[in-house]
């Protein structure tokens, strides 16, 4: 069974750079063409994508996060993390990671709140 855990801070000060992390088991992050991407809810609002890394270790980013993101992903510990630098009010949200296969979300992890306040 696959499994994704979401873990890192649930509040951060603007200005300060959010680190999230994403466990994974079950099955391998480089295993076949499965890609791994971050998704967040803000409030009251739907779902934003992030980005992705791929099974290649490419990434892509959604433009509006484009210049203050960063995926990358430590295969020893079989995760992939998010760093989001600047962070303001408006990145108050629930954080999401997933597995992409076969061009769809098929498993995600159950969400960190994170809070941007000082």
């Known amino acids: 069974q696959v499994q994704l855990q979401e873990s890192g801070p649930g509040l951060v000060k603007p200005s300060q750079t959010l680190s999230l992390t994403c466990a994974v088991s079950g099955v391998s992050i480089i295993s076949g063409y499965d890609a791994w991407t971050w998704v967040r809810q803000p409030p009251g609002k739907g779902l934003e994508w992030m980005g992705v890394i791929l099974h290649t270790t490419n990434t892509d980013y959604s433009p509006f996060v484009k210049s203050r993101t960063s995926i990358s992903r430590d295969t020893s510990k079989n995760q992939f993390s998010l760093q989001l630098r600047f962070m303001t009010p408006e990145d108050t949200a629930v954080y999401y990671c997933?597995?992409?296969?076969?061009?769809?979300?098929?498993?995600w992890g159950q969400g960190i709140q994170v809070t941007v306040s000082s």
């Open positions: 997933a597995r992409i296969s076969n061009y769809m979300l098929d498993y």
